[in-house]
């Protein structure tokens, strides 16, 4: 397979460093240079699978930057990879600008599929998912709560992200706006403490008293007319 020239977009794990493809180690295996969030994050996962490349920096403070740099390299005959801190790149994670940029300028991208939250908490989650919709993380203030009425009126199952820092605040919303609708709180996704919660938002808060509530959330919502 011919590398030169190309950009390819590589999920990776959400947790556990086994979830990985075979192709997506390969891939990185031959690129030139991988761009990443955190070089931090995304060394660790290179050293686990002893793979040593340029790493570069790709965030939503220097993205706008770093395009015609990057753009330079990958005409000049080079490959690239993009990769995000977990799961699969550019869903809720920088890099959209970029690749957008790419595209207009005829190189070409390729994907390689992998981990995603959002689709592995549908999985698991046994709400109806011949449609949803994917909101990612709501706006942290200004349009919140106009964001939160309209998802009250959603007829398709829901699935957002949140932070350790707003889950509680998160659930208190929907117990206002949606409070008789099914949800499901996933918790570390993959990784060792893993677990999630189900009921309606009011039930999930009465559990989540004297816990210690840590990492990555992702919360998936009945559709507005769904029973168990």
């Not at 707003?166 to 099914?182: F, G, H, Q, V, W």
Request: charged fraction near 30%.
């Amino acid at each position: 397979m011919s590398y030169s020239g190309k950009i390819f977009v590589i999920a990776t794990p959400i947790g556990n460093l086994g979830d990985i493809t075979l192709r997506a180690l390969e891939t990185l295996k031959n690129v030139d240079f991988i761009l990443c969030e955190d070089t931090r994050t995304s060394g660790n996962l290179l050293r686990h699978y002893e793979i040593s490349k340029e790493l570069i920096s790709l965030n939503a403070k220097n993205e706008r930057g770093k395009i015609d740099w990057i753009t330079g390299r990958i005409e000049k005959g080079e490959s690239g990879a993009l990769i995000s801190d977990a799961g699969t790149p550019c869903i809720s994670d920088p890099g959209i600008r970029l690749i957008n940029s790419l595209i207009k300028n005829g190189i070409d991208i390729i994907g390689i599929p992998g981990a995603n939250a959002a689709l592995l908490a549908l999985s698991i989650n046994g709400l109806p998912t011949d449609s949803f919709l994917f909101e990612g993380f709501l706006p942290q203030k200004k349009g919140r709560q106009k964001k939160l009425k309209e998802l009250a009126e959603e007829k398709r199952t829901l699935v957002l992200y949140e932070s350790v820092h707003r889950i509680e605040k998160l659930l208190n919303e929907i117990s206002e706006y949606m409070p008789d609708r099914t949800i499901v709180v996933n918790r570390e996704l993959t990784k060792k403490f893993e677990e999630s919660w189900r009921g309606t938002a009011s039930e999930i808060i009465e559990q989540l008293p004297g816990k210690t509530i840590k990492g990555e959330f992702v919360v998936v919502i009945s559709p507005i007319d769904w029973r168990e």
